[in-house]
């Protein structure tokens, strides 16, 4: 039913930028809100940031000041801008999104993964 498709990821050097892009097969109604997670490797998959559909966002501490995420809804898309890259965010980003008629009833959808890879 849902498909989310990421987009952005490659390699880059410690100190630049990436912008990641996810849009979503779904209607903008339904969508509760959107984030980003991303899971390095033998380590869990994190929380990076998160943007509900009324635009208050959350950071993880290891990306405040550098990341920022925003939204499209007309289009259900969420972007990341992540500036001031560290080789510890070389992980594969992955989209989020809740989704359903109710947010207290919301279900997790998944994209498939996009790489980032920093190097110094």
């Known amino acids: 039913q849902v498909q989310l498709v990421e987009s952005g990821g490659g390699l880059e050097q410690a100190g630049g930028s990436l912008e990641l892009s996810c849009v979503a097969s779904e209607t903008t109604s339904r969508i509760h809100a959107m984030a980003w997670y991303r899971q390095a490797p033998g380590k869990r998959r994190e929380l990076v940031a998160v943007?509900?559909?009324?635009?208050?966002?959350n950071y993880s501490d290891s990306v405040k000041g550098r990341f920022t995420i925003s939204r499209d809804l007309a289009k259900n898309t969420v972007f990341v801008q992540m500036n001031s890259l560290k080789p510890e965010d070389t992980a594969v980003y992955y989209c989020?999104?809740?989704?359903?008629?109710?947010?207290?009833?919301?279900?997790?959808?998944w994209g498939q993964g996009t790489q980032v890879i920093v190097s110094s």
């Open positions: 989020n999104a809740k989704i359903g008629p109710l947010p207290s009833t919301a279900s997790d959808y």
């Open positions: 943007i509900t559909r009324g635009g208050r966002s």
